[in-house]
């Protein structure tokens, strides 16, 4: 009898709909069809709110994620917010952690150059 491997599709927010989270939702569409479901961005910017981009709605703001990580069952949370301060970061982390959700964080271009 042959097995077939069955993988679950991880439903996926993306925090920040700037530059760097265009590009990698469409990176993910692209390359990771079948692994991620992105259901929405978060951004703080009001002139962000209801836009769409690369076919995927922003959907609120980072004081609702632990709202929405029940509400669509979020798996996975990418921060493409490059800029985000420690204080912000850690909050996201901590509500992460609470809900078991997986999080990656997209490094800025400093921490990329200057690794250490």
Known sequence: ??????QQVKNTLILGAGDTGH????????EQEG?????????????KQDVSLAGVS?????????QLIKLYDIKLVIVAITNMGRVAFTQIETICNLADIELRRIPCIEDLLLKK
Do not use: C, P, S
């Open 1 to 6: 009898m042959e097995q077939t491997n069955f």
């Open 23 to 30: 590009i990698i939702a469409k990176k993910i569409m692209k």
């Open 35 to 47: 692994t991620f479901k992105i259901l929405g961005f978060l951004d703080d910017a009001k002139e």
């Open 58 to 66: 922003v959907i609120g703001t980072l004081a609702d994620l632990g």
